[in-house]
């Protein structure tokens, strides 16, 4: 199970002129395994689309998607970017509207007695934010507006079974018989039983599999002109390409990307409390409308502390020499301190207590974020993870590891704040790693 894990990482760090074949390479080496939250009203909203006057029938359509099971949040994050591209090329002809996946069952939020299933978006990002750049809706409020929890046509992505001939890049899709099991049922009543986010009521009513090599709107046409059904749930929806990875539109879904003002406000709090860090001192202005938002390059300080990223579970498992040992780790850390002159260190972290201790012995002086029960019991594990994000966008230098999406999604946010290069793109290396590849910088295009 371990390399499901990563099956659709690579094409996050790699230059887009080998990204399709690195991608393609990839995907066909590993297995693929088998309370709504009240958003503002805003002209983007789903009901709001019809001029004042017009009928109030339209025919508006919906595009629901989800993910491979085993993949986290964080290459969650990234398959959102790619459907809201989709989302925009609908739009050109038809009056189609996102819906967003409820978050839940995910591998990595293992705090015990915790209810994680049927989680609104709003718990973790901001809505508004979203839909100033697509409109957007709760699953919950699909269920209503819709007329129930029915979804006319999942459609199940996958590739082709006679697999990829290298040096053929073609753009494709085509109605094929499923490859996998479907993880969709037959019910009594003729209908489709599935996962769908813990909502055990709901059905589809038509579930067939298309096979796809492309980019995500190559999906445009066929979704327009090839069916009829007014929602269409994507399923294995990564196994689509960005339009254009780092592109504008790629900036613009992910700088609309705010987290919630909770989770924002709690992150803040913590380093005002213990890393003496503040926007006003740090020069990491913050505004709540994302579209007002852009800084020039190493505008930003950041607060008096180096931040660290330190995957472990899953990146060790696997003996992968590209992650340190704990102690290669904090070598790495102090060296750093004494060069930046930093006094404090936060370490964000998913390691074992175990790790923890260990870690802690080595560096007694490690700053942590420690939620309490209740705190999670609030935040979910998904915004514990979202505020150690926050901290560690706000050092002033910041160091991760290899290949994760959370520490991606940390550097595309420091790019945001402002902060230079330099400080940003950093990862650890492995005790016996060779060539040392550093994270790739992308600029954000306005
Ligand atoms: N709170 C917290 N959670 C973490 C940290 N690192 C990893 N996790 C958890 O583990 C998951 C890792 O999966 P993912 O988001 O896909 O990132 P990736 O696997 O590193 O590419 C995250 O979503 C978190 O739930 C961390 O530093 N702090
Ligand atoms: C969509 O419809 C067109 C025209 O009828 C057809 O040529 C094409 O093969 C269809 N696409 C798929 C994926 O079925
Ligand atoms: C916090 O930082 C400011 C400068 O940014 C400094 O003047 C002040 O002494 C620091 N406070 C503490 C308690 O370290
Ligand atoms: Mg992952």
Not at 142 to 151: D, L, Y
Not at 283 to 303: C, I, N, Q, V
Not at 321 to 326: C, G, H, I, T
Not at 328 to 335: D, L, Y
Request: glycine content about 6%.
């Amino acid at each position: 199970m371990a390399q499901l894990w990563i099956t659709s990482v690579p094409v996050l760090c790699v230059h887009s002129s080998y990204f399709y074949v690195a991608l393609l390479a990839t995907a066909f080496t590993f297995e693929f395994g088998s309370g709504s939250e009240q958003s503002d009203q805003n002209a983007f909203r789903a009901g709001n689309l019809v001029s004042p006057g017009a009928a109030t029938a339209r025919d508006v359509r919906y595009l629901l998607y989800d993910v491979n099971p085993p993949e986290g949040f964080n290459l969650r994050r990234d398959v959102y970017i790619r459907m809201a591209s989709l989302l925009k090329t609908l739009r050109k002809q038809e009056d189609w509207v996102l819906v967003l996946p409820p978050w839940g069952r995910m591998y990595h939020w293992q705090s015990p007695d915790i209810h994680q299933v049927r989680i609104p978006w709003g718990a973790f990002f901001s809505l508004t934010s979203l839909q100033a750049n697509v409109p957007v809706l709760e699953y919950e409020e699909f269920i209503a507006e819709s007329g129930g929890p029915f979804i006319d046509q999942v459609l199940v992505l996958q590739n082709y079974a006679e697999g990829w001939t290298e040096g053929e890049w073609e753009e494709k899709v085509d109605e094929r018989p499923c490859i996998d099991r479907l993880m969709y049922t037959g019910d009594k009543q003729g209908y489709h039983r599935g996962w769908f986010w813990g909502y055990d009521e709901t059905r589809a009513l038509s579930v067939t599999c298309l096979s796809v090599q492309g980019h995500a709107s190559i999906l445009a046409p066929f979704l327009q002109k090839n069916i009829t059904a007014a929602s269409v749930l994507l399923d294995r929806a990564e196994t689509l390409l960005h339009d254009h990875y780092a592109g504008k539109d790629y900036w613009d879904t992910r700088r609309s990307m705010v987290f919630a003002k909770h989770l924002r406000v709690a992150g803040d709090q913590f380093r005002a409390k213990y890393l003496n860090s503040t926007d006003e001192q740090d020069h990491t202005p913050f505004s709540e409308d994302w579209t007002r938002m852009r800084t020039k390059l190493g505008s930003a300080k950041g607060g008096p502390y180096l931040g660290v990223h330190l995957r472990r579970k899953d990146f060790i498992w696997g003996h992968r020499e590209d992650v340190p040992s704990l102690k290669g780790a904090v070598k790495k850390i102090r060296s750093i301190m004494k060069k930046n002159k930093l006094e404090k260190v936060f370490v964000a972290t998913d390691a074992v207590e175990e790790e923890v201790s260990r870690l802690k012995k080595m560096l007694p002086e490690m700053i942590q974020y420690e939620p309490s029960w209740e705190d999670i019991e609030l935040l979910k594990d998904g915004g514990v993870a979202i505020i150690d994000q926050w901290i560690c966008a706000h050092a002033r230098y910041f160091i991760g590891t290899s290949v994760s999406t959370f520490s991606f999604r940390i550097h595309e946010e420091r790019e945001i704040l402002g902060f230079d290069p330099k400080t940003t793109y950093n990862r650890f290396c492995g005790d016996a790693e060779k060539e040392c590849e550093q994270p790739t910088h992308w600029k954000i295009v306005y």
